[in-house]
C-alpha cells in the first residue's frame, strides 16, 4: 500500500498531479501511517512545489505526523529529507519533537543551509513552550534557547532564540535578553533582542 502511494506521487506526469494527489491522500484527520509514510517520502521529491505540498500536508495533520517524521528523521541520512521534517516539526509545534529540536539547535553545523534549520529549529521550540503549561518543558526550551542566544557564532541562530525568547515571557528569558544586549555585537541581533525586550519591559 505505501509502495503505491509513493508511486502515485512519484510517477504524476506534472508537480500539481503530485501536490493532486498528496492533497487527496491527506483528507481527513486520522490518515493511516501509509498515508503518513508515502507523504513523508515526498519531502524528498526532485520538485521543491512538490517538497513545500508535503510539509503543508504534513503540518496540517497536526500531531498524528509527529512520531513517523521524527522515526524519519533518524533513519535517514538524507540532510535535505531532514531538513524539511524540521520544518514540519516546527510548524506543528509538538511537545513530543523537543528532544530532536533542541538536538538541531546545538548541532554544529558546516553550511548555510544547515545553519538556516537550526534558526527553523529554535522558532520551532519558541512555539512549543508558547502553547504548552508545563513547567518542566519550559524550563528544558528556555535553557536551550538562552544557550543559542548567548553562545553560537551564528547570528541567525542568535536573532531566532531572541524571537521564541520573546514568546516564553519569563523572567529568566528577559533577564537572557538583558544580558545579550551587553555582549552582542551584530547590529540587527541587537535590534531584535531590543524588540523582544520592550514589551517585557512594559509588562513588568
Known sequence: MNEQLISQINQAATP????????????????????INAVITALSHHHPRVRNA???????LGNCTVKPLIAAYESSGDQ????????????????????????????TVANHCQGNVRRIAARGLGKIANSCDDAEVIRRIQEKLIWALLTPEDWGLRYAAA??????????????????????TDIV??????????PLTLDG
Not at 500539481?16 to 498515508?35: L, R
Request: aromatic share 0%.
Open 80 to 107: 535535505g529529507l531532514q531538513a524539511h521534517i524540521i520544518h514540519a516539526l516546527a510548524q506543528i509545534g509538538s511537545s513530543a519533537a523537543l528532544d530532536l529540536l533542541a538536538e538541531v539547535v546545538g548541532t
Open 163 to 184: 524571537v521564541s525568547l520573546q514568546k516564553i515571557a519569563t523572567p529568566e528569558a528577559k533577564t537572557a535578553l538583558e544580558n545579550a544586549i551587553a555582549q552582542e
Open 16 to 35: 500539481e498531479e503530485a501536490i493532486t494527489a498528496i492533497n487527496a491522500m491527506t483528507v481527513g484527520n486520522n490518515p493511516k501511517i501509509d498515508v
Open 54 to 60: 508535503a510539509v503543508e500536508a504534513l503540518v496540517k
Open 189 to 198: 541581533v541587537r535590534s531584535r533582542v531590543n524588540l523582544a525586550l520592550a
